[in-house]
C-alpha cells in the first residue's frame, strides 16, 4: 500500500529525503555536553530531596519517627505520605501507571519509592536523613517467582483497594474500524481471580478445526526472563516558584527535568501554559517509556513547601531500573500437517502482571498484534494466565512488544528439524499474502528480503549439531520474519511558517536522540524545494508539535503530517507570491516610494508558479524567478493535524502485510566453556523508504545491541529470600560491550509499499527479538537454552554441569 | 556520597598511623573504594579516606636482587605495557591488560587490586541491605541465596566481631592473584614480609592478612628460570568492564614443574595442589592436559547453581596448559 492518499507520496526525485549524514541539529550540544538533562540543571540557593525507597519485596510503612534524621544540620523537613500537601496535586493525565496514592504508603518492589521524602541543604545530607530515618515496615508476602505465585493457596499480595475496580476491566477490547477487538485485559468470560491469577483468553477461528487438519503436534517452551530499562540519563528535576506578572507572586512555576511533559506539571499543579517554564528539551534516551517518576514531578510542591526555594530531586542509577520487559513463559501447541505448513496454535503463556499500575503491554494486551496473525492459519488459541508480581514496574511498553513473534521463529526452526526442511522454506509456506490469511503468496517485500539475506549470509542451514567449525567450535544459524510496524493510531500535529524569508519549523521537542526533527525536516525541505539546511528549527517548549513519535515506527506517520503541511505552505506561499506579483505598480514600492520594478513572477498565477532550488520560479520559464527568500513579505502559516493513512500494522494485526523485514543470525558455541559468540547478525528490512539513513542504520544498531543483550547476557536477578534486587547495577546486570557483539550487517530495502511518508513504514519494535540468537544456538547444539544464553546455562543445557548452572 | 574526611598521606609512616584509628580506609586509585562508598555497603560509614597516591616511591618497576619488584602503586596500565614485566612475567601483564576497562586501568592500582574486597552481591548491595558475616553479622546470604558466581570449594571460616565463627561463600577475583601465586611472588608490606600464598584471607571488611594500619608497599616475583613459560586466561561473561568468573593461570618450569593457580572459585585464591602433583616431572599431553583439568577441581564442593565453575575451570587448565 503506497502512499497515494497524500501530496507527492509517489515522488521519485530526491534530493534531500534519504541522503545520508545530513547533521543532526543538536548533535554539537549532545556531543560537547553543551546539552543539559534533568540530573544536569543546578540552581544557586537549590535545597536537594530524596525519596525512601522500600528495601523489601513488599512492605507497608507502619510509622516513621523522623526526630534523629531532622536533627541532622542542614537537613530541613521529612514529608511523610499522608502529609495533606500531597492531596494539593492534580492527577497526572499521561502518566503511565495508576497511583492511588501519590506518594505511597505500601510498596510493591524492592526499592519503589513511599513513605516519606527529605529535604536537605545537600545531596549527602539527605542521605544521611534516610539512614537516621525510624522506620517501621510491615514487610508482607512477595512474589518474585511467578511460577510459585500462580498457586491458589499462596497469600495475595494485592489488597481489596487494589482489585476494587477489578470486574469493571472484564470487558471487550476497544473494536477497531476493521472489526478488531485490541487492548482488553479481561474478556468478560474469562474466568475470574483466583488468588494472585487473573486470565486473559483470547480465541481466533475454530481451534477443534485446525486440530483436525494437522498430520502432527509440536509442543514447545519459550521462556523469557525479565530485563530492565536501561534508561541513560536517570529521571531528575529542579524546579521553583517565581512571580507571574498576570497571576501574581510566586505563581509561576520555573522546572527543568521534565520535558515533554509540561502538560502533565500543568495539570498536577493546575497551572496554565504561561505559568510553567520549561526551556530544557533534552531527555535521555527512553523506549516506548512516556511517563515521568516522582522525581520529575514532585519538586514544585516541595519548592512550595520550602517558601519558594528551589528543590533538586534526582533518581540514582540504581533507583532507575524498571522492567523494559516481563517474564514469561508460553507453552506451546501447535498442529501441523506433514508438508510442514501450521493448523493450529495453542499459546499457553504465563506472564508476570507487574507491580500495581503496570502497564499490560508487559503481559497481555501486546499478543493482539503478534506474529501469529502471519499465518495462513487461523485457529489460534491464546490463553495467558497473568501472575501480580513484586518484581518491578513496566511503565508504558516495551522494545519487545509483541512478545510472540518468537514463538513462531522456534516453531519454524522445530519444523524445519523435524521435516528436513530449510526454516526459509517452513516461513514461506506459512507466511499468507498480503491482502488476508487466505492469501496464498507472501508479500513482494518478504521475499525480496529473503534473496537478500541469503547473500549476505552466504546462507546453508543444516541440521542441529551437525556442524563444526574449523577451531572446533559448534556452527549454528536462524532466521526470522516480522512486519515492518509503524505508529498510525496517534494523532499528529505540524506547524510551519514563513516569515522574513525564511521557513520555521518550531518544536517542543523532546530531544532524545531519535532524531525525529531532523526526519522532518528533510521532509519539509524536499516538499518546499528547499535545502536541509534552509529550514530553520526552533525549540520552544511552549510549541504544541512535539516528537512523540518516538523512532522510525513513529517518524513515517509523522512524517506523512509533515509533508501534507509542507504542501500545504508551500500552496500558501505561492499563491502569497502571485498576490503580490500582480499587485498594482503604486501598491508595490521601493525605496522612498520610488516604484519597484515589475516582479519577475509578475502575469503568473499561483498554479503557474513553483519553488526549485531556493526559488520562486515560472514553472514554463525558469528564468523568470525570485529568490525563495523573497518569496513574499506576508508572514504565511500552516498548519496540519490528525492521523497519517492507516498502516497495515494497525489495520490488520498481521492480518494483512505490505512491509516487512528479516533478521538472520550465525553464531559459534564453544561446547567446553558454553561461551557463544555471535559470528554475523544480518538485517534487511523493507522500510518502504529511508527518510534519514544516518539515523535509520542507528535504529538498527540500537535494537539489535538490545536484542542481544538480552539474549546473552541481560537479567534482572532477585534474592530468593527477600526479592531483594542483586544486579541492581550496570556492574552486575550486563549490557554488552562493543567487545561482545559483531557489527549488525543489514541491506535495506526501499519497495515503497509502506503507506507512512513516500511509501516508509517503521523498523524497530519488531526487530526486537528474545528468540533468534537463542534459536541459533539451538541448531549449533541441539538443546534449546533459555535466554540469557550465558555460559552457565549453555554448559547446563549440554550437560556439562555436575550439579546444575543457574536457575 | 556522604561526606567523609580526606588525607594526602605524605609517607608511609602517616598513612599507616591515620589508619590505625577505627573508621579510616586506605584509598590508592580508588576504584574499589569509591563504588563501596557510593553504595555506603559497610555498617558504618567511613570517617577518614587515607590517600597513598601521594605517598612517593611506591610505584618502581624494577629488578633488585634476583626479583622483579613491583611498587603497589603501579597502575595496572603500566604494568600491562612495561616491557620489564612484559619479559620476566608476561602472564602478569596479560593479567593486568584484561583488568576492568581500558580507564580504569590507568587509575587502579596493583595494591589494590590484590586487596579488593569481594564482589558478592549480597556484600555488596547499597545501604548495607544485607548485613552479613563479612561485615559482622551472623549469615552468608549467599550460601541460600544466589550463589551462582560464589565459592565452588565451600566457605571460608573466620572469627566475626562477636568472637563466633562465621562463614563466607564470597570469591576473591582479583585479577591479578593467580599469576602472582604461581609465580611464588612474595608481598611486601610496612611491617613485614609475606608469601603471597598466605596473603589473602577472610576478615571483616577485608580480603587480606593485612592488619589495621599495615599496608602493602611492594610486590616482589622471583626471575623465572630461564625457559619458563607462563600463561594466564580469564573467563568472563562479559568481554570489557567484568570481574573474572575463573580465572587461571599456568606456569611450566624447567624440569616439567608445573604452578596453577585459580582465582574465582574459592574464598581466596588457590593453588592447583592436585594437579601439579599428577603432572610433576612428566611431558605434557592432551590426554595429561586433561586430567590435570580435572584433578584442578579435586575436592569441590560446588553448589547447584554454580557448577558450570568446574567445567570453566577444567577447559581453562587443559587448554592452557596445551598452549604452552
Known amino acids: 500500500m503506497p502512499d497515494t492518499t497524500g501530496a507527492n507520496g509517489l515522488r521519485e526525485d530526491f534530493r534531500v529525503v534519504g541522503k545520508a549524514n545530513l547533521p543532526g541539529l543538536t548533535s554539537y550540544a549532545m556531543a560537547t555536553g553543551v546539552a543539559k538533562y534533568g540530573t544536569d540543571f543546578t540552581v544557586p540557593g537549590m535545597l536537594f530531596a530524596k525519596i525512601l525507597r522500600c528495601p523489601h519485596a513488599h512492605a507497608r510503612v507502619l510509622s516513621i519517627d523522623e526526630t534523629a534524621a531532622l536533627a541532622i544540620p542542614g537537613v530541613l523537613d521529612v514529608v511523610k505520605w499522608d502529609d495533606p500537601i500531597f492531596d494539593e496535586l492534580g492527577a497526572n493525565p499521561i502518566n503511565g501507571g495508576n497511583r492511588p496514592k501519590y506518594l505511597p504508603q505500601e510498596a510493591h518492589y524492592e526499592g519503589q519509592e513511599a513513605g516519606c521524602i527529605v529535604i536537605a541543604e545537600s545531596e549527602a545530607l539527605c542521605e544521611e536523613a534516610l539512614k537516621a530515618l525510624k522506620v517501621e515496615w510491615e514487610i508482607l508476602p512477595f512474589i518474585t517467582d511467578i511460577q510459585k505465585g500462580q498457586d491458589p493457596d499462596y497469600p495475595q499480595i494485592r489488597g481489596p483497594e487494589l482489585l476494587a475496580g477489578e470486574e469493571s476491566e472484564y470487558r471487550p477490547g476497544m473494536a477497531t474500524s476493521d472489526g478488531y477487538q485490541l487492548m482488553s485485559k479481561h474478556y468478560p468470560t474469562d474466568p475470574r481471580r483466583e488468588g494472585n491469577v487473573t486470565w486473559n483468553i483470547k480465541v481466533d477461528g475454530d481451534p477443534d478445526e485446525g486440530w483436525k487438519k494437522a498430520d502432527f503436534t509440536l509442543e514447545y517452551d519459550v521462556n523469557i526472563p525479565t530485563c530492565i530499562s536501561t534508561i541513560p540519563n536517570p529521571p531528575a528535576s529542579v524546579a521553583y516558584w517565581g512571580d507571574s506578572m498576570y497571576k501574581g507572586p510566586g505563581q509561576k512555576i520555573y522546572i527543568e527535568g521534565a520535558p515533554h511533559r509540561r502538560e502533565s506539571i500543568m495539570a498536577m499543579y493546575h497551572k496554565s501554559s504561561d505559568e510553567v517554564v520549561q526551556e530544557g528539551l533534552f531527555q535521555g534516551g527512553k523506549y516506548c517509556d512516556w511517563g515521568l517518576r516522582i522525581s520529575q514531578e514532585v519538586t514544585p510542591l516541595l519548592s512550595k513547601r520550602m517558601g519558594g526555594r528551589p528543590v533538586r530531586c534526582c533518581n540514582t542509577r540504581e533507583e532507575t531500573f524498571d522492567l523494559n520487559r516481563n517474564e514469561r513463559h508460553m507453552h506451546m501447541r501447535l498442529g501441523v500437517t506433514k508438508d510442514g505448513v501450521i493448523t493450529a496454535v495453542?499459546?499457553?503463556?504465563?506472564?508476570?502482571?507487574?507491580?500495581?499500575?503496570?502497564?499490560?503491554?508487559g503481559s497481555v494486551s501486546d499478543r493482539d498484534w503478534g506474529g501469529y496473525y502471519t499465518l495462513k492459519c487461523k485457529d489460534i488459541t491464546q490463553r495467558f494466565k497473568v501472575v501480580d508480581s513484586n518484581i518491578g514496574y513496566m511503565h508504558t511498553c516495551a522494545q519487545f512488544v509483541p512478545y510472540n513473534w518468537d514463538s513462531i521463529t522456534v516453531a519454524f526452526d522445530l519444523i524445519a528439524e523435524k521435516l528436513g526442511l530449510d526454516p526459509v522454506e517452513v516461513a514461506r509456506r506459512n507466511l499468507h499474502g498480503p491482502s488476508s490469511q487466505d492469501d496464498p503468496n507472501p508479500v513482494p517485500s518478504f521475499e525480496a528480503s529473503l534473496e537478500i539475506g541469503k547473500k549476505l549470509m552466504d546462507w546453508q542451514w543444516h541440521p542441529a549439531g551437525t556442524k563444526r567449525l574449523p577451531d572446533g567450535r559448534l556452527h549454528g544459524v536462524s532466521f526470522r520474519y516480522a512486519i515492518c510496524p509503524r505508529h498510525s493510531f496517534m494523532d499528529y500535529f505540524c506547524k510551519l511558517e514563513y516569515r522574513d524569508g525564511v521557513v520555521h519549523f518550531p518544536t517542543q521537542g523532546p530531544i532524545a536522540g531519535w532524531f525525529s526533527t531532523e526526519c522532518f525536516t528533510m521532509i519539509a525541505a524536499e516538499e518546499l524545494g528547499l535545502n536541509y539546511e534552509d529550514i530553520s528549527v526552533d525549540y520552544d517548549y511552549r510549541e504544541k508539535h512535539s516528537d512523540q513519535a518516538g523512532g522510525s515506527d513513529g517518524v513515517t506517520g509523522h512524517g506523512w503530517i509533515v509533508k501534507e503541511c509542507a504542501n500545504k505552505l508551500k500552496r500558501k506561499i505561492l499563491e502569497s507570491a502571485a498576490r503580490e506579483a500582480n499587485r498594482p505598480d503604486d501598491a508595490y514600492r521601493g525605496v522612498f516610494s520610488f516604484p519597484a520594478p515589475p516582479s519577475p513572477l509578475k502575469g503568473a498565477t499561483a498554479d503557474e508558479l513553483d519553488i526549485v532550488d531556493g526559488k520562486v520560479v515560472v514553472k514554463a520559464d525558469p528564468s523568470r524567478f525570485v529568490p525563495f527568500s523573497r518569496a513574499t513579505k506576508e508572514n504565511v502559516t500552516a498548519e496540519y493535524g490528525g492521523y497519517s493513512p492507516k498502516s497495515a500494522w494497525v489495520t490488520g494485526f498481521g492480518r494483512i502485510l505490505d512491509t516487512m523485514n528479516t533478521s538472520w543470525c550465525e553464531v559459534a558455541v564453544d561446547d567446553e566453556t558454553g561461551e557463544v559468540e555471535i559470528l554475523k547478525y544480518c538485517v534487511v528490512p523493507d522500510v518502504g523508504k529511508i527518510i534519514r539513513r544516518t539515523s535509520l542504520e542507528s535504529q538498527i544498531d540500537q535494537v539489535v545491541f538490545f536484542t542481544q543483550g538480552c539474549q546473552l547476557l541481560e537479567e534482572f536477578i532477585q534474592d530468593p529470600e527477600t526479592g531483594v534486587k542483586l544486579n541492581g547495577n550496570f556492574l552486575d546486570y550486563r549490557v554488552p560491550t562493543t567487545l561482545d557483539v559483531p557489527e549488525v550487517t543489514k541491506e535495506i530495502l526501499e519497495l515503497r509499499s509502506g503507506n507512512g511518508a513516500y511509501g516508509a513504514s517503521g523498523i524497530s519494535h519488531n526487530l526486537a527479538n528474545s528468540h533468534l540468537i537463542i534459536t541459533a544456538i539451538h541448531n549449533a547444539t541441539g538443546v534449546w537454552v533459555d535466554p540469557p544464553a550465558t555460559p552457565d546455562r549453555v554448559l547446563k543445557a549440554l550437560g556439562k554441569c555436575e550439579i546444575g548452572g543457574s536457575k | 556520597?556522604?561526606?567523609?574526611?580526606?588525607?594526602?598521606?605524605?609517607?608511609?609512616?602517616?598513612?599507616?598511623?591515620?589508619?590505625?584509628?577505627?573508621?579510616?580506609?586506605?584509598?590508592?586509585?580508588?576504584?574499589?573504594?569509591?563504588?563501596?562508598?557510593?553504595?555506603?555497603?559497610?555498617?558504618?560509614?567511613?570517617?577518614?579516606?587515607?590517600?597513598?597516591?601521594?605517598?612517593?616511591?611506591?610505584?618502581?618497576?624494577?629488578?633488585?636482587?634476583?626479583?622483579?619488584?613491583?611498587?603497589?602503586?603501579?597502575?595496572?596500565?603500566?604494568?600491562?605495557?612495561?616491557?620489564?614485566?612484559?619479559?620476566?612475567?608476561?602472564?602478569?601483564?596479560?593479567?593486568?591488560?584484561?583488568?576492568?576497562?581500558?580507564?580504569?586501568?590507568?587509575?587502579?592500582?596493583?595494591?589494590?587490586?590484590?586487596?579488593?574486597?569481594?564482589?558478592c552481591w549480597y556484600f555488596r548491595k547499597l545501604l548495607n541491605r544485607f548485613d552479613c558475616a563479612r561485615k559482622g553479622g551472623e549469615r552468608c546470604f549467599a550460601m541460600t541465596g544466589d550463589n551462582r558466581y560464589h565459592s565452588v570449594f565451600g566457605p571460608a571460616v573466620f572469627e566475626g566481631c562477636d568472637g563466633k565463627k562465621h562463614a563466607c561463600i564470597a570469591v576473591n577475583q582479583a585479577e591479578l592473584a593467580p599469576g602472582l601465586l604461581a609465580l611464588e611472588a612474595e608481598v611486601v608490606t610496612s611491617a613485614r614480609t609475606l608469601p603471597i600464598g598466605e596473603f589473602f584471607g577472610v576478615g571483616l571488611m577485608s580480603a587480606t592478612v593485612l592488619e589495621p594500619g599495615e599496608l602493602v608497599t611492594e610486590v616482589r616475583i622471583p626471575l623465572p628460570p630461564a625457559g619458563t613459560r607462563m600463561a594466564y586466561k580469564r573467563f568472563s561473561f562479559r568481554k570489557s568492564i567484568d570481574f573474572p568468573v575463573v580465572n587461571v593461570a599456568v606456569a611450566i618450569l624447567p624440569g616439567n614443574e608445573y604452578r596453577i593457580a585459580l582465582g574465582g572459585v574459592a574464598p581466596i585464591p588457590r593453588r592447583a595442589a592436585a594437579a601439579e602433583a599428577l603432572l610433576a616431572g612428566k611431558e605434557l599431553t592432551p590426554e595429561l592436559a586433561a586430567k590435570a583439568g580435572e584433578a584442578a577441581v579435586e575436592g569441590a564442593k560446588p553448589t547447584e547453581a554454580n557448577a558450570y565453575k568446574l567445567q570453566l575451570v577444567k577447559t581453562l587448565v587443559k587448554r592452557e596448559l596445551l598452549a604452552l
Not at chain 2, 567523609?4 to 590508592?28: C, I, K, T
Not at chain 2, 612517593?56 to 619488584?69: A, F, Q, T
Open chain 2, 1 to 119: 556520597m556522604r561526606p567523609f574526611n580526606h588525607l594526602n598521606a605524605a609517607s608511609l609512616e602517616e598513612a599507616s598511623a591515620a589508619l590505625r584509628e577505627p573508621g579510616a580506609v586506605a584509598m590508592a586509585g580508588g576504584g574499589d573504594l569509591l563504588g563501596a562508598l557510593k553504595d555506603d555497603i559497610a555498617r558504618e560509614y567511613p570517617r577518614l579516606v587515607v590517600n597513598l597516591k601521594t605517598i612517593p616511591g611506591l610505584d618502581g618497576i624494577e629488578i633488585r636482587d634476583g626479583k622483579l619488584c613491583l611498587g603497589a602503586l603501579c597502575l595496572l596500565g603500566d604494568l600491562s605495557r612495561n616491557e620489564t614485566v612484559r619479559a620476566v612475567a608476561p602472564m602478569v601483564a596479560d593479567a593486568a591488560a584484561k583488568c576492568a576497562s581500558p580507564a580504569l586501568r590507568e587509575n587502579t592500582t596493583l595494591g589494590g587490586n590484590l586487596c579488593q574486597l569481594p564482589r
Open chain 1, 346 to 361: 495453542e499459546d499457553n503463556t504465563l506472564v508476570d502482571n507487574g507491580a500495581p499500575g503496570s502497564s499490560t503491554m
